[in-house]
């Protein structure tokens, strides 16, 4: 038995076709991207600097952490964290931040002094507890000595770090000695200053 297709058949047989074809074509095609808008540099900013202002230092850095997400080749986001840290007494925090900036420009004084000055807080630290602890002595000593001796000529001071004052009501007594051309001042301990055996 011969089977014989009309053309009405035929003409739903393609409809079905093509309808089955678009439906298919509708699950697979991939969902449509949103686009998704970034602040501008300017507004990020000052959004963290309002944040700064109001006292909420940790919101702010956490706004200029995205900053430099955002734009990554810009240093400004690196420098205001760098900023905050260091004022905030976070110097390793601080040194970090200020080698991101140096990364993006090398010449740029703010980060090279943040660095500088957070070292030599650190240091000034890590020497004082050494100190206290009578541990700085042997190659940790010499070395601490020859730093101390290029910090001296790069900053053009022969002393590394000056004297702080002494508190006029709280001021101990002080201790002579008579020697030959009369009184000089004895050594007091109380007052040691870190690198006192690095001069």
Same mark, same amino acid.
């Given at each position: 038995?011969? !089977?014989?297709?009309?053309?009405?058949?035929?003409?739903?047989?393609?409809?079905?076709?093509?309808?089955?074809?678009?439906?298919?074509?509708?699950?697979?095609?991939?969902?449509?991207?949103?686009?998704?808008?970034?602040?501008?540099?300017?507004?990020?900013?000052?959004?963290?600097?309002?944040?700064?202002?109001?006292?909420?230092?940790?919101?702010?850095? !956490?706004?200029?952490?995205?900053?430099?997400?955002?734009? =990554?080749?810009?240093?400004? =986001?690196?420098?205001?964290?760098?900023?905050?840290?260091?004022?905030?007494?976070?110097?390793?925090?601080?040194?970090?931040?200020?080698?991101?900036?140096?990364?993006?420009? =090398?010449?740029?004084?703010?980060?090279?002094?943040?660095?500088?000055?957070?070292?030599?807080?650190?240091?000034?630290?890590?020497?004082?507890? %050494?100190?206290?602890?009578?541990? %700085?002595?042997?190659?940790?000593?010499?070395?601490?000595?020859?730093?101390?001796?290029?910090?001296?000529?790069?900053?053009?001071?022969?002393?590394?770090?000056?004297?702080?004052?002494?508190?006029?009501?709280?001021? =101990?007594?002080?201790?002579?000695?008579?020697?030959?051309?009369?009184?000089?001042?004895?050594?007091?301990?109380?007052?040691?200053?870190?690198?006192?055996?690095?001069?």
């Amino acid at each position: 038995m011969k !089977t014989i297709f009309s053309p009405g058949r035929i003409g739903r047989f393609i409809g079905a076709a093509v309808c089955a074809a678009s439906l298919s074509a509708c699950v697979t095609a991939p969902p449509v991207a949103q686009k998704v808008v970034v602040p501008t540099m300017e507004d990020m900013l000052a959004k963290a600097s309002q944040a700064s202002g109001a006292g909420q230092k940790e919101q702010a850095v !956490t706004l200029w952490k995205e900053a430099a997400v955002a734009y =990554p080749a810009d240093k400004a =986001p690196w420098t205001n964290i760098a900023q905050t840290r260091y004022e905030a007494g976070q110097y390793g925090d601080a040194i970090v931040s200020a080698q991101e900036v140096l990364v993006r420009d =090398p010449n740029d004084r703010l980060a090279n002094s943040i660095i500088a000055i957070s070292g030599l807080r650190l240091s000034t630290r890590a020497l004082s507890d %050494l100190s206290r602890q009578n541990n %700085l002595s042997g190659s940790l000593r010499t070395e601490s000595q020859d730093l101390a001796k290029l910090l001296r000529e790069s900053l053009g001071e022969t002393v590394l770090v000056p004297p702080q004052p002494a508190p006029v009501a709280a001021a =101990p007594a002080r201790k002579y000695a008579k020697g030959k051309k009369g009184k000089h001042k004895v050594n007091d301990e109380s007052n040691a200053n870190p690198f006192g055996a690095l001069k």
